[in-house]
């Protein structure tokens, strides 16, 4: 492997790294999420993985049809942008739906959440109606109602990371690409998609850990209402920031 492939690989994983890091929307809904919920982390991982498989997929489709099409690498960035603002306000507006929708169910008393431990010594939380009938079983399955509600929020923060870009890949995918290095170019694609996906379950792991030291019962009632506003504040921090 040539020195210039080994600064490419290299400037891939430090890249990856730092932007996954340092845009706390790859890993703070996550677990502002799993915590109002009391996901496990376990749970709260499988989220994060999948999300952020479709993170990186979304971008190196669209490398791969701009190599494909041989579209100029400022016209790749440039739509990135518009991806980056979709997503960004997309998650401003999931925040927002999720904040609202939680607010009103719980002054309503719509809304409220029991913790139950089972023989094996594992934990189930949810919500539920007050006058809705729900059932308890060992495996931890609370109402039916919960699980169309964890559903989409889990499947719109899918839509909305395969909208949101990896714009630091497009460069380090067109550089090897216009010297038709297609072997360094899948390289690259790898290095980084599985640094950028690994260092987004580090940090969901982290925070949650860090979570774990800190006690939430006064707010615990409005603990989704508070979620949905951490979310639309960090969807705005990176439209108006551009971290």
């Known amino acids: 492997m040539s020195s210039a492939s080994l600064v490419l690989l290299s400037a891939a994983v430090s890249i990856a ?29 499988g989220l994060t993985a999948l999300c952020g498989l479709g993170h990186v997929l979304g971008s190196i489709l669209l490398g791969a049809v701009g190599i494909g099409l041989g579209v100029a690498l400022n016209q790749m960035t440039w739509i990135e942008s518009i991806r980056g603002s979709i997503a960004a306000w ?8 999720y904040a609202s929708w939680h607010f009103i169910r719980t002054r309503r008393g719509l809304e409220h959440s029991h913790l139950h431990r089972y023989g ?12 809705g009938e729900h059932r ?63 260092t987004m379950l580090f940090a969901v792991s982290a925070v949650s850990m860090g ?29 108006l920031l551009g971290i």
């Not at 996954?20 to 919920?37: C, S």
């Not at 094996?120 to 006058?131: C, E």
């Not at 039916?144 to 923060?157: H, I, K, M, Q, R």
Request: net charge neutral; with cysteine; hydrophobic share 50%.
């Open 17 to 45: 790294f730092v932007h996954t890091l340092v845009g706390v929307d790859h890993y703070l809904p996550f677990v502002l999420i799993g915590k109002a919920r009391k996901w496990g982390l376990k749970k709260t991982l």
């Open 90 to 97: 997309s998650l401003i507006g999931f925040g927002l739906v």
């Open 120 to 131: 094996d010594g594992s934990m189930h939380t949810h919500a539920h109606l007050h006058h």
């Open 136 to 198: 308890h079983t060992e495996e931890g399955v609370g109402s039916s109602s919960d699980a169309p509600e964890v559903n989409l929020t889990g499947w719109t923060l899918f839509v909305i990371f395969v909208f949101g870009p990896c714009e630091a890949l497009i460069p380090l995918l067109m550089a090897p690409a216009s010297q038709f290095h297609w072997g360094l170019v899948l390289a690259v694609t790898l290095t980084f998609s599985l640094v950028t996906i690994a």
């Open 211 to 239: 979570f774990r030291f800190v006690s939430l019962k006064v707010i615990e009632k409005h603990a989704n209402t508070l979620a949905g506003l951490a979310i639309a504040m960090s969807g705005l921090a990176i439209q």
